[in-house]
Nanobody, 133 residues
Framework: QVELVETGGGLVQAGGSLRLSCASS????????VAWFRQLPGEEQEFVST?????????????YYSDSVEGRFTISRDNAQNAIYLQMNNLGPEDTGVYYC?????????????????????WGKGIQVNVSS
């Protein structure tokens, strides 16, 4: 069983950076696809980024980002630490919200499934990110 815990949130000024970490205290994340979602104030939870693990072993991991964070956020993983990260640069007040990491060991036929929150079986409890203007 995978249990995820997010760290690294907090308050930052607009234009600043934060790096969120997500550690697993249970099973390894090595052969899992992982993602970050966020819930902005008054809105539904939304997709931020995913890093897809390919079962064939020959395909490099694929990353996707939402349009609103493309070019500013970077998802990565450290298998030795059994953790995933979200580097967030050039933050703005519109990025304020609760950020969640998620993981799934399932392999989907289409990459589009990895944009959906119901595709993930393991979730962290979320961490608050506040960006002041």
């Amino acid at each position: 069983q995978v249990e995820l815990v997010e760290t690294g949130g907090g308050l930052v000024q607009a234009g600043g950076s934060l790096r969120l970490s997500c550690a697993s205290s249970g099973d390894t994340l090595t052969k899992s696809s992982v993602a970050w979602f966020r819930q902005l104030p008054g809105e539904e939870q939304e997709f931020v980024s995913t890093l897809i693990w390919h079962a064939d072993g020959a395909t490099s991991e694929t990353t996707y980002y939402s349009d609103s964070v493309e070019g500013r956020f970077t998802i990565s993983r450290d298998n030795a630490q059994n953790a995933i990260y979200l580097q967030m640069n050039n933050l703005g007040p519109e990025d304020t919200g609760v950020y969640y990491c998620a993981a799934t060991p399932l392999v989907y036929m289409s990459d589009s499934f990895y944009f959906r929150k119901d595709s993930y079986s393991a979730w962290g409890k979320g961490i608050q990110v506040n960006v002041s203007s």
